[in-house]
Structures are given as structure tokens and as C-alpha cells.
């Protein structure tokens, strides 16, 4: 079809027109079907004749018993009066499909046999001559003049849903891919596969017989409909995946089939019949050549083989099925093991293969299905062998030779399925162990290019892809891309995402079970560089820890040491040193301490370094409350005073130090809990929660602020108080010093996370 003509055609168009096109093709052989003579009986070929399988409780043809073989049917009269005209039922008049009888003789008296059971049947009332272990009987039947639609059987339903199903999914491909003539091969052979079973629906499920020429008509058009579909595949198959003919040589096949269907419908119909099963061999044959041809073209294009996997797989399953249930039995002489209508279902099943493939429906996964389809089908094939085997063979009953070929098969053949999809598979498996290793070693890098180097190892170590491209844009999630011919690994931790072109030397594409794998690498991979960072940041943090105690509290004492004049003062300060040393190094979590308690302690260590110092020391404190203190509470308040008492012994030159402590209760709204521009705390206290007001306060000289950005002591005090929620302001000034705080006593949100 011209490119310039496609695109004047709405993708819309297309499904919908081959939507109707299908429901009135069904509805034109429902019609047909319900406008035959019916009797309600289902008769059918036994090795003693015609048999009655079941009848119908409300059909007219009730009275006939079940079991009983039919002989004739006759006008109304007596059994045995001379003479008896009428038909004498044979098999063959119950035969599925008729250009299975092998002569044009042999096709024009079952045609003529049919007119006159069908011209029998309604022409009124009607006699069954049968026979059962009784003996002869018969009885006069009074045909309905049209059948029931509840009455069509299952395989009446099953052929017309394939003609509906091949049409409509050959227009949804063609919507799909509205400018690939592949596409509309595949719609065309949908077209035949719909004619060609919808017609074959009306005959094949005859209660006896069918008017001659509407059985004309639908076998006319069931062969016309096969070679249609024999057109449109071996059509698609010489342009896809690769054009393999163009010109005349294309359209040479269909010129051929086509002029083969204008001879055989229409010259002395049905001369000509017998040498359709031919034609469709020779059909098939050149389907299969056209197919072994693409093979060879295709043998380095890693998708097209995918592709061609798809018709591969879909042909050997369908046409391989068809051959072994309906052909090789006839072959051997016995009856088919699939009806007509079943068989049906596996051209179905080529059909679908080959949209899957045209559409490149999960390409990247046909190995994965193929493996198992192969293995499960063998399974069974090795069953049903070894069932047989025991039967026939050993003389062994149905069900102990069941369940030996069962066992035989759990024992044998599943663990040797496993090996050999691992062995055919040839993947590179790594095991949890060196994906850990691997893993942990990614994760201790210390430079982010020297990760990103490490990742791409690891990668090219478990897909052995042709090629490992970082990518800028972050992707969060992995990704199949150009039909699996490329592996997108996610971006983690920050380093880059990448693609990664043809897995295993680009002798195959990538799967579904190598996107689910790169997830989960990925996940590992996220969460031990996050545990490798919260490892380092612990680290960091217990450092600043230990900097931050050994500056406040051991820096004090060694300092209140120095200024002592006493040597058992001295000696006493020393000693509380490596106390709080010990304590800093191998108890950082220490028991909490009652605040009262915690307070005198301090009251007199302050007094103690003051008094050395020749300052007089004012101490006030109210409205305590009776609380117990964290660890790290205690840390901040003992540092608060010990770092305020430390600058005012080496800076202020002063005379007189004021400590106020007043206890309160922490609103919300206001107070203790509110961050202050530039103070970087942004906590979440309890309301109503204790909390203490600070105030250390000295009369001297005070000091330079530029001292208090650069030393460590207010830095890390101001950190202590900010993660306990509170908050510290400084001022000094030559009138003096002031150290204010506002400190909750319960642990806050960002405490909890400190």
C-alpha cells in the first residue's frame, strides 16, 4: 500500500472498520447457522456406524435412546415395508471437513448426499430407523425448522472467536504500526485466518446436514480464506525482519497463490478440490523457507533473531501441534486427536506469536520463555512416553504406571532441566557473597569517580555488556530500552546512571530477569553505601564528640589545676581529670543525674576554680524542678559553666562572676525552644516541658568578638546547646561578659536524631 494512501488513513479507522467487518462475518454465519433443520441429537461415528451420543430434553429428536445406531432415514412408514426409500447414514456423512475425502467423486456425492439428508429434514415429518440391543426400532421425528442459537456447540463458539480474535489483533497491529507493511501482512493473513474458520464453524458443527449450496459457499470460502492466510505469511515473512525480495520477486509468491485460488474455486468447482491440501503444503513449505531465509540474514542482529524467535517459537508450537494431533493420525489411519475447531486454536497461537513478534513484545524475554516452553513440553512428551511404555510394554495398570512415570520424571528429568538451562543459558552468576564483597568495596571508595569506576567493573563482571556508558540524567529506576537491546542502571548514591549496550558479548538482548536483577543490585548497592555514610558519619560525630568533652570539661580541669597553688588541690583536680577522661573515652552514654544534685556539684567545682582565681562568685538559683538529666543534657550544662568560668579566668580580668539559674516551664509561643536567626536550630520541644534559663555574668574587661569566631569553645558550645534544642547568646563589652542560654531538660526532636 503507497505510503501517500497510509497516511490518508486514521489508525482508528482501521480497528474499528475490521471490527465491524468481524462481528457481521459472525453474525451472517450465526444467521446461517440457526436457519437448518433441527432434531436435537448429537450423532456420531463409532466403529459400528452412526451412534447417538445425546439428544436434547426439550429437541424433537428426544425419543431417540441414547447408544442407539441410526440406519436410515426415511419418509413416514412402517420398518421393513418394501420398498423403503431412504438414506442410509454412513461416516462420512459426519465428517468435519470434507476436503480431507481425497477425490473430486468422492466430494460431489458427500455434496449430494447432503442435499438430499437436508432436503429429508425439512421437508416435515421424518423416520429413524435404528437399531439397539433390543433389536430394530423406529420412530417418527417432526424436524424444528430452525436451531436453537443455545443449541451451537462449543467448537461452533471456539471458530468463530480464532476469526475474531485473528482479525482484530491484526488490525490493532496495524493502528499500532499504521506505516509497516508487515504490519498489514500480518492484518491480511488475520483476514484469511477469520474467513477461513468462521466458514469452517458453520459445516464442521452440522447437526446432519447443511443446504448444498450454503455448504458450497462456506467450503469455498474456508480454502479461499486459508490461502489467503498462506498469502499474508509468506508475504511477511519475505519483508520482515529484513526485506528479503523486492519488485516482482515479492509479489510473486501471492500472484501464484492467488491465480491457485481463481483456479480452484472457479474452474468445474469441485474438480479442482483434491489439489488444495497440496497447495497449502507446498504453502507451508515455502512459509518455512521464507522463514529459514530470515534466520540466515538476521544471524548477527541480536533483535531481529529475537524476532524471528517469536515466529520460530509460535510456528513450531503451532504448526508442530497441528501436525502431530490432526495430520500424523490420519497418516497412520486413525482418527485425529484434535476435532477441527480445537485444532484452530494452534494456527491461533501462530497468529499471536507473530504479532507478539512484528509488535517486539518483550523481545528481550523469548529466550526465558522458550527455555521453559522446550523443558515443560519435554516433561510432558517424557511422561506420556514412559506411561505408554509401562502399559504396553510391562503390562502395568493406568495407575501405577502413572504415578512411576511421575516419580521417574521429579527424579530424573527436573533436576536434569535445571542443569541444562543453566548450562544453555551461560550466564554469569555471581554468588551473594562476592556481590557483597563487591559491593562493600563500591561503597569504602573514597572518591565518587573511584565508586563510578568500581560499579561499571561489578556491572561488566555480572551482563559482560559491549559497552558501559555513564548517562547525566539521574534515573531512580532501571530500565529496559530499544527492546532490551540496552540495560539502564539506575543513578545510586549519586553517582551516574548507566546503559549498558548487549549483554553477554551481544550474543544475546537483555531480559526481564536482568532488570529485576539490576533493581536489586541497585537497592543493595543504595543501602550499603548509605550504611558505609551513617558508619562515617558516626565516626565523624563521636570524634567531635570527644574533641568537644576533652576542650570543655578535661581543658577546664587541667587549666583550675595549673592556677592551683595547693598540691592536694592539685593532685584532687588531676585525678578528677582522668575520671572525666575515662568517662569521656568508655562511657559517653552514661546513667542521667538528678539536676539538683548535678547543680551542687557544679556550685562547688566553680567555686573551687573562682576561689584560685581570686573571684568572688555570686551563685543564684530558683524554682528548680525535681528532674532527671540526660547524658547529653548534663554534658551541656556542665560545659556551659566550665567553658564560661575557663574564658573568664584567662580573659576578663574580673573580679566578680554572677551565675543565674532559674527554672520554667517551655511555651511554644515563645521561650526557650525558638530558633534565632543565624542560630541554625529549628527544634520540635514538648510544651509544657522543664527547661532552664542560664545567665553567666562577669565585671571585667570582656574580649575581642573576633576571638569568639575563631576559637573552638563557643563553637562547640553553641553546637551542644543548639542540639539539645536550646539556644546561646554571647555579649561582652568592656562593662563585662555575658554568657545567656535557655536550655530544655527533655530531649527534643533533634536531640533524639543527634
Request: proline share 6%; hydrophobic share 50%; glycine share 10%.
Amino acid at each position: 500500500m503507497g505510503t501517500r494512501v497510509i497516511r490518508l488513513i486514521a489508525p482508528g479507522t482501521v480497528l474499528t472498520g475490521a471490527i465491524l467487518l468481524g462481528l457481521m462475518q459472525a453474525a451472517l454465519v450465526i444467521w446461517a447457522a440457526v436457519q437448518q433443520p433441527w432434531l436435537g441429537v448429537d450423532l456420531r461415528i463409532s466403529d459400528s456406524g452412526i451412534v447417538v451420543g445425546s439428544s436434547a430434553q426439550d429437541g424433537p429428536g428426544r425419543s431417540l435412546p441414547e447408544g442407539a445406531q441410526v440406519l436410515r432415514i426415511a419418509p413416514p412408514g412402517g420398518l421393513g415395508t418394501a420398498p423403503a426409500p431412504g438414506l442410509t447414514l454412513e461416516p462420512a456423512d459426519r465428517i468435519e471437513e470434507p476436503d480431507m475425502l481425497g477425490s473430486a467423486p468422492a466430494m460431489r456425492r458427500f455434496l449430494d448426499r447432503q442435499g438430499d439428508l437436508h432436503g429429508a429434514l425439512q421437508g416435515g415429518a421424518v423416520r429413524f430407523d435404528y437399531t439397539t440391543p433390543e433389536g430394530a426400532r423406529s420412530v417418527t421425528l417432526e424436524p424444528a425448522s430452525s436451531r436453537p442459537v443455545t443449541d451451537l456447540p462449543a467448537a461452533f463458539w471456539t471458530q468463530i472467536g480464532v476469526g475474531l480474535a485473528g482479525l482484530w489483533l491484526g488490525a490493532w497491529v496495524v493502528a499500532l504500526r499504521l506505516s509497516d507493511r508487515a504490519a498489514w501482512m500480518l492484518l491480511l493473513a488475520g483476514l484469511g485466518l477469520a474467513l477461513s474458520s468462521q466458514s469452517a464453524a458453520l459445516y464442521s458443527t452440522r447437526e446432519i446436514a447443511l443446504d448444498p449450496l450454503v455448504f458450497e459457499i462456506a467450503s469455498r470460502s474456508n480454502s479461499i480464506g486459508t490461502l489467503i492466510f498462506g498469502v499474508g505469511m509468506v508475504t511477511l515473512f519475505l519483508i520482515y525482519p529484513k526485506p528479503l525480495a523486492r519488485g516482482l520477486r515479492l509479489v510473486a509468491p501471492a500472484f501464484i497463490l492467488i491465480g491457485t485460488i481463481l483456479w480452484i474455486q472457479f474452474d468445474n468447482w469441485p474438480e479442482r478440490t483434491p489439489l488444495l491440501q497440496p497447495v497449502v503444503a507446498a504453502t507451508m513449505a515455502a512459509l518455512l523457507a521464507a522463514l529459514g531465509a530470515q534466520i540466515w540474514a538476521n544471524r548477527r542482529d541480536a533483535r531481529a533473531r529475537a524476532m524471528l524467535g517469536w515466529f520460530g517459537l509460535s510456528v513450531a508450537v503451532g504448526a508442530g501441534g497441528f501436525v502431530l494431533t490432526v495430520i500424523l493420525p490420519v497418516m497412520l489411519g486413525r482418527p485425529p486427536v484434535l476435532a477441527q475447531s480445537t485444532a484452530f486454536l494452534l494456527f491461533l497461537l501462530i497468529y499471536v506469536g507473530l504479532c507478539l513478534g512484528v509488535l517486539r513484545y518483550r523481545l528481550f524475554d523469548l529466550a526465558d520463555w522458550s527455555f521453559r516452553f522446550l523443558f515443560y513440553a519435554g516433561g510432558v512428551a517424557l511422561l506420556l512416553a514412559l506411561d505408554a511404555l509401562l502399559i504396553f510394554g510391562l503390562a502395568l495398570d493406568r495407575a501405577p504406571a502413572l504415578g512411576v512415570s511421575i516419580a521417574i520424571v521429579a527424579l530424573a528429568y527436573l533436576p536434569l532441566r535445571g542443569w541444562l538451562a543453566t548450562r544453555f543459558r551461560r550466564e554469569r552468576e555471581m554468588s551473594a557473597e562476592d556481590l557483597f564483597l563487591r559491593f562493600a568495596e563500591i561503597a569504602q571508595a573514597d572518591e565518587p569517580g573511584e565508586q563510578g569506576r568500581r560499579l561499571a567493573g561489578l556491572l561488566r563482571d555480572r551482563f559482560a555488556p559491549l559497552a558501559i556508558t555513564p548517562l547525566a540524567a539521574p534515573l531512580t529506576e532501571p530500565q529496559l530500552a530499544t527492546d532490551g537491546e540496552a540495560l539502564i542502571f539506575p543513578s545510586v548514591a549519586g553517582l551516574s546512571a548507566m546503559r549498558l549496550d548487549w549483554a553477554q558479548g551481544g550474543e544475546r538482548l537483555f531480559s526481564s530477569r536482568d532488570l529485576a536483577m539490576a533493581g536489586r543490585m541497585a537497592s543493595l548497592l543504595q543501602r550499603a553505601i548509605d550504611q558505609h555514610r551513617a558508619y562515617r558519619e558516626a565516626v565523624e560525630a563521636e570524634r567531635r564528640r570527644i574533641s568537644r568533652d576533652m576542650h570543655d570539661n578535661i581543658g577546664v580541669l587541667l587549666l583550675g589545676a595549673l592556677h592551683s597553688p595547693g598540691l592536694e588541690r592539685k593532685d584532687l583536680l588531676i585525678r578528677q581529670t582522668l575520671t572525666d577522661l575515662r568517662e569521656i573515652i568508655s562511657n559517653p552514654a552514661m546513667e542521667s543525674l538528678d539536676l539538683l544534685r548535678l547543680l551542687a556539684d557544679l556550685r562547688g567545682e566553680v567555686a573551687e576554680h573562682l576561689e584560685v582565681a581570686g573571684v568572688t562568685l555570686d551563685w543564684q538559683d530558683g524554682n528548680l524542678p525535681e528532674a532527671k538529666l540526660s547524658p547529653r543534657v548534663v554534658h551541656t550544662l556542665r560545659a556551659f559553666l566550665r567553658e564560661g568560668i575557663s574564658n573568664l579566668m584567662r580573659h576578663s580580668g574580673a573580679a566578680q562572676a554572677t551565675v543565674r539559674i532559674t527554672g520554667r516551664r517551655i511555651s511554644n509561643a515563645g521561650g526557650a525552644g525558638d530558633a534565632q536567626p543565624g542560630s541554625g536550630a529549628a527544634p520540635a520541644l514538648i510544651e509544657g516541658a522543664p527547661a532552664l534559663d542560664l545567665c553567666l555574668r562577669d565585671d571585667g574587661r570582656g574580649f575581642d568578638p573576633d576571638a569568639l569566631r575563631a576559637g573552638n569553645g563557643f563553637i562547640n558550645l553553641r553546637d551542644r546547646i543548639e542540639q539539645c534544642g536550646g539556644r546561646l547568646e554571647v555579649r561582652t563589652g568592656p562593662e563585662g561578659t555575658s554568657l545567656i542560654a535557655e536550655l530544655p531538660l527533655s530531649s527534643s526532636e533533634k536531640e533524639k536524631a543527634a
